[in-house]
């Protein structure tokens, strides 16, 4: 597993008496961007949501590969235990703290690597350059795009080796949308794996190396990314009028 760094296998989770999942398998190759597309209800949150250890797994596993080849089982570990091991996650919604500064975000980001702060803060500006004259500004006064930058920039305070992202894209200006789309890329290419679920599955599927297709908790179809974009079924099923954008799962508006 040297070239993955992150495995999902057989993996099983849900709310309540209902399961969401139903044994969904992923691998995230090392340096990647992995995109994990379907219909709404298909259960895309609630598995990055398990990942992180938001949600209890109910079975199955996920595992992380560190750069020093050593595995390192989540399943069962909190949210703040994972990003201290270099998987960080930003949330479609809630993803800033709104009374506080841009620069307070930052603080609180770097927490897992506080005596490096200095370094970190240097290495956020240069690649969300907006956010340095925006330091000292509330989060709740920032514009959505903004406000989503800052979201990047205090998981990547972190300085993560993966980066998890729920529907980056959502509620924002077409414009934004694209701007965001090219900022994780950016973040990509300095080093950083991602997995991310899309509700613009053709623009996810676009800047991707590779994808899963989810449907009703299980995994449908997956590939390179280019092929499933070109896949005349995918396109008919999950990028036609209408489909191309995703809501949050029903279980997303049931929370856990």
């Known amino acids: 597993m040297s070239d993955v760094i992150l495995s999902v296998r057989d993996l099983r989770a849900g709310y309540g008496d209902e399961d969401i999942l139903h044994g969904v398998s992923l691998a995230v190759p090392r340096g990647r961007i992995v995109a994990v597309i379907g219909p709404n209800g298909s259960g895309k949150s609630t598995l990055l949501k398990v990942i992180y250890g938001l949600v ?3 079975g199955g596993s996920v595992t992380l590969f560190a750069q020093a080849g050593r595995a390192t089982g989540l399943t069962g570990l909190r949210p703040n235990a994972i990003t201290a091991l270099g998987v960080n996650m930003v949330p479609q919604i ?3 703290f709104a009374d506080l500064t841009v620069m307070e975000n930052l603080e609180i980001g770097a927490l897992p690597v506080r005596n490096r702060f200095a370094e970190q803060i240097e290495k956020v500006f240069a690649a969300l350059p907006l956010l340095r004259p925006l330091r000292g500004k509330r989060a709740a006064l920032l514009s959505g795009g903004q406000r989503q930058m800052l979201a990047f920039g205090r998981a990547l305070m ?3 080796q993966l980066l998890i ?3 980056p894209s959502a ?3 077409p414009k934004v949308q694209e701007e965001v789309f090219a900022k994780v890329t950016e973040v990509n290419r300095l080093g950083v794996s991602i997995l991310m679920v899309e509700q613009k599955a053709r623009q996810c599927l676009a800047i991707a190396d590779s ?3 989810l ?3 299980r995994n449908r179809l997956e590939g390179s990314a280019a092929q499933l974009l070109a896949d005349p079924q995918v396109v ?4 036609g009028a209408g489909r191309a954008g995703s809501e949050v799962d029903r279980s997303e508006a049931r929370g856990p």
């Open 56 to 58: 209890p797994a109910r």
């Open 94 to 96: 809630l993803n800033v």
């Open 158 to 160: 972190s300085d993560p």
């Open 211 to 213: 994808a899963y297709v």
């Open 171 to 173: 509620g924002l200006a």
């Open 215 to 217: 449907e009703q908790g």
């Open 236 to 239: 008919r099923l999950y990028l």
């Open 165 to 167: 992202l729920d529907e």
